[in-house]
């Protein structure tokens, strides 16, 4: 890597520690979710408390700052690459620049706090143990907010931190424009004489032996050139992605004794995530540019491979012989569009991780119009139960009968998240767009025939993964597809496949 400047050079020697450290803390991470001993846990947290404290520290130190602030003043001299580091900087900063220590430390101590209470919640059934920390963990957000700053709604500024300029306003449109057109799509769907309730293939009455669940997965991830050498492939109860260095990327999976699908499914999925890690250009290691960009652009990888190439059912016409090979007595007989149906069944159900391509978004839309209406006072939280209820009746026609099912669902709230959410949606219409230039430059049908992705790789990683963070989202959808992002893409793709499917 070239430096204009010795200012700019020191200035990323000494982020380097902060990349570093930040490292070290994923590893932490990692081990946490699947090797920690119960008795553990305490220690693993105290371990991360300090580190966290470290990086705040080293962000925090008045050197760095005062480099970072030289460097941003003269950044019109700078090369491409540099101005995009101290862009990039200066956005990760901002957390640490604008929010008061004490607040970072309470928000800190709160969600800890609310993780525990959750998990009881979640297993007494009972959204009382865990209102009181939730009302605090959105009272904290608002702060966050009012000191991040913003111009038309405090969401913005929530959520900026996970994806780059979004803004509640972009959100509104794609969510308006994706509800009223899935929801239709649904409809169609549910009348069609192919759908079914449940499936015959899958289920308690089945078994699917776990090795060779692995097994399969083994297969997926060598054909989707996961460097298994650059990485580690392992199992916990949710499966994730940790991106420790370009060289040490991990992923996990699940797996359901009575259906292939799931760790299948998994599997491709995180692989497509620690696919863009492995891919990021190596002059970049350990500079601000040196991963993924944004959760969105993160999210449309690992999408991209789970459904605009897993799910295909291009793909599951070469996909079928291996299946029936590694589930002979299953699905030997077992005709090739009853295999691409089973992997492409669409039904509304109340868990959003399990959920559809069709339904999937609609789980999104009603967490992100709750999140924006929490922040800004539109409702009280104690009324999200029974919010939550009405919601999932109308936008996906099924109501959950526990708060287990329903508010109390997902993790990211306890965690204190708020506006990460939509960027599940935006990696769904980001891979949609991105499949879209992709298909007028490779052929994409005959390459998942053939079950040729090594051609696929290639395009994804000269267009999008080798950059790491050298553009933004928004600049990249642009460089890639040569327009701005829109739900369009994402709806014909839908609309289109399952139309055919379910005819
Ligand atoms: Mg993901």
Same mark, same amino acid.
Do not use: R, T
């Given at each position: 890597m070239h430096y204009t400047n010795t200012h700019t050079r020191k200035l990323v020697e000494q982020y380097r520690e902060i990349s570093l450290l930040n490292k070290t803390k994923a590893l932490l991470d990692w081990d946490l979710n699947v090797?920690?001993?119960?008795?553990a846990s305490e220690a693993r947290a105290a371990q991360m408390a300090q580190l966290t404290s470290l990086i705040t520290d080293r962000w925090l130190d008045s050197g760095f700052k005062s480099l970072l602030e030289k460097v941003t003043e003269k950044k019109d001299t700078l090369t491409q690459p540099e101005q995009a580091m101290v862009r990039n900087l200066n956005w990760s900063a901002k957390y640490y620049y604008r929010v008061p220590k004490e607040l970072i430390v309470e928000f800190s101590k709160t969600t800890s706090e609310a993780f525990m209470a959750w998990q009881q919640a979640k297993k007494e059934d009972n959204f009382k143990l865990f209102l009181p920390h939730l009302t605090k963990i959105i009272k904290l957000n608002q702060l966050t907010a009012e000191h991040l700053g913003f111009t038309d709604n405090p969401y913005d500024a929530l959520l900026d931190q996970f994806e780059q300029g979004l803004t509640t306003q972009q959100c509104k449109i794609m969510f308006e424009h994706l509800r009223t057109e899935l929801t239709t799509l649904l409809k169609v769907i549910q009348k069609s004489k192919h759908h079914r309730e449940s499936l015959d293939l899958v289920g308690e009455k089945h078994h699917y032996s776990l090795k060779r669940q692995r097994q399969l997965s083994q297969f997926a991830l060598k054909k989707l050139g996961y460097d298994i050498q650059a990485g580690h492939f392992g199992q916990s109860a949710h499966p994730f992605t940790t991106n420790i260095h370009r060289l040490d990327v991990r992923i996990t999976t699940w797996y359901d004794r009575h259906d292939p699908r799931p760790s299948l499914m998994a599997t491709i999925h995180e692989a497509g995530h620690a696919l863009y890690e492995q891919g990021v250009s190596e002059e970049y290691d350990l500079t601000p540019l040196d991963s993924g960009v944004s959760l969105g652009i993160h999210e449309s990888q690992s999408r991209f491979w789970e459904n605009q190439v897993g799910r295909n059912p291009i793909f599951l016409h070469f996909m079928t012989p291996v299946l029936q090979a590694f589930f002979p007595e299953q699905l030997?007989? !077992?005709p090739e569009e009853e295999i691409s149906r089973l992997f492409n069944h669409v039904q509304p159900s109340l868990t959003r991780v399990e959920a559809d391509e069709v339904t999937y978004n609609l789980h999104l839309a009603l967490r992100y119009e709750l999140e924006e209406a929490l922040i800004t006072n539109k409702i009280k939280p104690k009324d999200l139960s029974e919010i939550w209820k009405a919601k999932m009746k109308e936008y996906i026609g099924v109501v959950p009968m526990t708060d287990r099912e329903g !508010?109390?669902?997902?993790v990211h709230w306890s965690y204190g998240v708020f506006g990460y959410f939509p960027t599940y949606t935006l990696g769904n219409l980001y891979a949609a767009q991105f499949t879209q230039t992709l298909k007028k430059e490779l052929p994409l049908d005959e390459l998942l025939r053939r079950g040729d992705l090594g051609t696929v790789l290639s395009w994804l990683r000269e267009n999008?993964?080798?950059?790491?963070?050298?553009?933004?989202p928004d600049e990249l959808v642009k460089r890639v597809s040569g327009e701005e992002l829109t739900a369009t893409y994402l709806v014909d793709y839908l609309n289109t496949k399952y139309r055919s499917i379910y005819s």
């Open positions: 090797n920690l001993p119960p008795k030997a007989d !077992v !508010v109390l669902q997902d999008i993964h080798q950059h790491g963070s050298l553009y933004w």
